[in-house]
């Protein structure tokens, strides 16, 4: 009991040092290091997966009542169907259970949108989203995004080709391509750019996230693998991040 009370006392410690104006709009979180956590503990990876899905509506709460406006989770990336077809066919299965629970997923007032290529996800999957973002949609919290078939090279290409479809049909000009029109076709259209990226698991990249709205983020890695990943690590990664000295170039 008094063990629990003083891990509460140090995390509101830390919670206590974050500024409240001078949080990122936007945090990506790639959800990494699933398959490690599990096979330290001798499980299957889908346990992993499991126990990832899980801890991600713990940190989505926690970013919610912190007052974060934008959240981007990478779920699958389009690079992720090349893993052998059983752990694929278990993170469909999963994503499916993870959409479904739709209260537990978002709380009360958190708006779930997905981000990615959605063609070839099943119908079953496509049902649930469009369930869960209906479900959603008026809520004023926090925007949840989910990267389910996630490319960011797929966007850009995906972006590229709508722009020169309009071109080829005589309603836009070459010259009328700018930087926020590109922005402006990408999937993440309606949000800020991405503030503050956070990887853990050790792996230092990407892989394919977030590739234009990253142009100007701030960068937060660790070793922990994504199920152990902790509130108090959100904030640990906020607190750092708001020591950052964002220079824009200028
Ligand atoms: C992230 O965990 C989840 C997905 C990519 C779907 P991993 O499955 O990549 O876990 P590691 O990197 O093998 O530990
Ligand atoms: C990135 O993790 C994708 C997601 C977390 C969904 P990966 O495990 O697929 O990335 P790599 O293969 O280590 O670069
Ligand atoms: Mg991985």
Not at 94 to 117: F, M, P, S, T, W
Request: aromatic share 10%; charged share 25%; with cysteine.
């Amino acid at each position: 009991m008094l063990k629990a009370l003083d891990r509460f006392r140090s995390k509101s410690k830390l919670i206590e040092k974050v500024d409240p104006n001078n949080l990122p709009n936007h945090v990506g979180i790639i959800m990494d290091g699933n398959g490690r956590w599990a096979k330290k503990r001798g499980l299957p990876r889908s346990a992993g997966h499991r126990a990832g899905a899980q801890n991600l509506k713990t940190i989505t709460e926690f970013a919610n009542n912190m007052g974060i406006a934008c959240l981007t989770a990478y779920a699958f990336s389009t690079e992720n169907w090349k893993r052998p077809k059983a752990e694929v066919d278990s993170l469909m299965e999963l994503l499916l259970e993870y959409l479904h629970d739709k209260d537990e997923l978002a709380g009360k007032n958190v708006a779930v949108r997905i981000i990615g290529d959605r063609s070839a996800l099943s119908d079953e999957i496509n049902h649930e989203i469009d369930e869960v973002e209906a479900y959603t949609k008026d809520r004023d919290g926090m925007v949840l995004y989910l990267a389910i078939n996630y490319g960011g090279r797929q966007e850009i290409v995906r972006a590229v080709n709508q722009l020169c479809q309009q071109v080829q049909e005589g309603t836009l000009l070459p010259n009328q391509i700018t930087e926020g029109l590109v922005s402006d076709y990408l999937y993440t259209n309606d949000m800020p750019e991405a503030d503050l990226i956070i990887r853990p698991s050790g792996e230092l990249r990407l892989s394919n996230f977030l590739l234009w709205q990253s142009a100007y983020s701030e960068f937060w890695f660790s070793d922990i693998n994504w199920p152990d990943f902790t509130t108090k690590d959100f904030t640990q990664a906020i607190l750092d991040y708001q020591q950052r000295n964002r220079r824009f170039g200028a």
